[in-house]
C-alpha cells in the first residue's frame, strides 16, 4: 500500500455523503498509527436493547481528520495482512466498482465459515480517554448477505490494545446494525441491516472507562435513531488501555453463509 500523504483538516457540513465533491473524500489527513495484533476471542450472542428515544438532532457537523472514497485505493490504509483469518485461506480486501454505479469501494469478503477480513485506517489508531470521535460510513451489503444471524459479525472495532473482546463494536445481526461492547454486556441499535441498497450509518461517541462520560449517539442515514446512550455498566474504553480502529468482516466461523461487504465511504473526525 502506498504511503499516506498528509491533507489540511476539512470542515464537512451535513451528510450526504454521496453528494461530497470528490477533494473531500480523497485524501488523508494527519494521524498517529501504530500496528497490533489483534487476538480472537469468543463472543456472547446479542442481547437486543433500545435507546430512550428523544427528539433527533441532525447529522453532525464534522471537522474531518482522515477520509476515503477508494478513488487512490488502498492509499491512508496500514499493510495489516494478519488481519485474514485463517491466514492463507482469506485474501486481502480489495479496490472494485461501487455498486451504484459511481466511484470505488473497498470490499471485503467471507466464505462460510472464515472469521476476518479486516483493514486499518492510517488513523484513529490511538483512542485514549475522553477522546471524542465521529465516524460516517457508507456500506452496501451483497445479496445473500447473512443480516439476520443471531451469531456475532462486526463491522467496524473501537478495538482495545492487547487481548480480549473490543470494549465498543458495530455488529451486525438479528436484522440490525447494533452497538455493543463489553463482551456483550451492553448492546444498542442502530437501523436496519437490509442487502442491495446503500446505508449510510454515523456514530458519534466518547471514549472513556467511565460509565457515566463514555456516551454514544447515532445516525441511519439523517434520523437520529440513539441518543446520549450511556453503555449499561461499563464505559466505551477500557482502564489504562487505548483503542483503535478497524473496519472490515469479523465473525463466528460457525456462519455458514459467505458474505461480502462494500464500504464505498469512511469518514473520521472530531466534532466541528
Not at 488502498?74 to 480486501?93: I, K, Y
Not at 461501487?98 to 484513529?124: C, I, K, M, Y
Not at 468482516?249 to 473526525?269: F, K
Request: net charge negative.
Amino acid at each position: 500500500m502506498a504511503p499516506p500523504q498528509p491533507t489540511p483538516r476539512r470542515r464537512v457540513l451535513g451528510y450526504a455523503l454521496a453528494v461530497l465533491p470528490a477533494a473531500a473524500l480523497t485524501g488523508p489527513g494527519p494521524a498517529s498509527a501504530a500496528s497490533r495484533t489483534p487476538v480472537s476471542t469468543s463472543r456472547t450472542p446479542m442481547s437486543r436493547t433500545t435507546a430512550s428515544a428523544r427528539a433527533g438532532a441532525p447529522v453532525p457537523e464534522i471537522d474531518v481528520l482522515w477520509s476515503t472514497d477508494f478513488s487512490d485505493g488502498w492509499s491512508g490504509w496500514l499493510d495489516t495482512p494478519w488481519n485474514d483469518q485463517p491466514q492463507g485461506e482469506v485474501p486481502r480486501p480489495v479496490v472494485v466498482d461501487a455498486p451504484t454505479g459511481q466511484g470505488r469501494a473497498g470490499r471485503f469478503h467471507l466464505e462460510g465459515g472464515q472469521q476476518r477480513n479486516e483493514s486499518q485506517p492510517d488513523a484513529a489508531q490511538s483512542i485514549g480517554e475522553g477522546d471524542t470521535l465521529i465516524v460516517r460510513f457508507t456500506d452496501h451489503l451483497e445479496d445473500g448477505f447473512p443480516v439476520d444471524t443471531d451469531a456475532w459479525q462486526v463491522v467496524m472495532q473501537f478495538k482495545n490494545e492487547g487481548e480480549g473482546s473490543p470494549p465498543c463494536e458495530i455488529k451486525i445481526g438479528n436484522g440490525v446494525y447494533a452497538l455493543d461492547g463489553d463482551s456483550g454486556g451492553w448492546h444498542v441499535d442502530i437501523g436496519p441491516a437490509e442487502t442491495g441498497r446503500p446505508i449510510d450509518i454515523t456514530v458519534r461517541i466518547t471514549f472513556s472507562a467511565d460509565p457515566a462520560t463514555a456516551v454514544i449517539d447515532a445516525w441511519y442515514g439523517e434520523e437520529q435513531t440513539v441518543t446520549a446512550y450511556h453503555p449499561e455498566g461499563a464505559g466505551t474504553l477500557y482502564d489504562g488501555l487505548t483503542s483503535y480502529l478497524k473496519t472490515g468482516l469479523y465473525r463466528d466461523p460457525s456462519i455458514g453463509e459467505a458474505g461480502t461487504r462494500l464500504l464505498s465511504s469512511l469518514v473520521i473526525g472530531t466534532p466541528a
